[in-house]
């Protein structure tokens, strides 16, 4: 079992910067991939951004350039730094580790980008 807890969300204007954090329970970055979504108010859960074992970023077109997923191996963490928000980012924001057969989600963080 993996509990994944997130923080970092918030209100920030449109143009401006935040960082999400997530930290896992336990050291599992050699075996999950570790992935950032979201989840817009009456939208489906999407992929932002995920870092495979190895080290590999892969980022969703819509944040492509705007965000970087990076992680801690030694602190547990995964974070994700997002930059010139929009409305568009507007959404539930959760932490997710895979390994392939198990899959784990923290509860989310709110991002609001407003003026």
């Known amino acids: 079992q993996v509990q994944l807890v997130e923080s970092g969300g918030g209100s920030v204007q449109p143009g401006g910067s935040l960082v999400l954090s997530c930290e896992a329970s336990?050291?599992?970055?050699?075996?999950?991939?570790m992935g950032w979504y979201r989840q817009a108010p009456g939208k489906q859960r999407e992929l932002v951004a995920k870092v495979l074992t190895g080290g590999t970023r892969e980022y969703v077109d819509s944040v492509q350039g705007r965000c970087t997923i990076s992680r801690d191996t030694y602190n547990n963490m995964v974070f994700l730094q997002m930059t010139s928000l929009t409305s568009e980012d507007t959404a539930v924001y959760f932490c997710n580790a895979f390994d392939g057969a198990n899959q784990y989600w923290g509860q989310g963080t709110q991002v609001t980008v407003s003026s």
């Open positions: 336990r050291s599992i970055f050699h075996r999950y991939i």
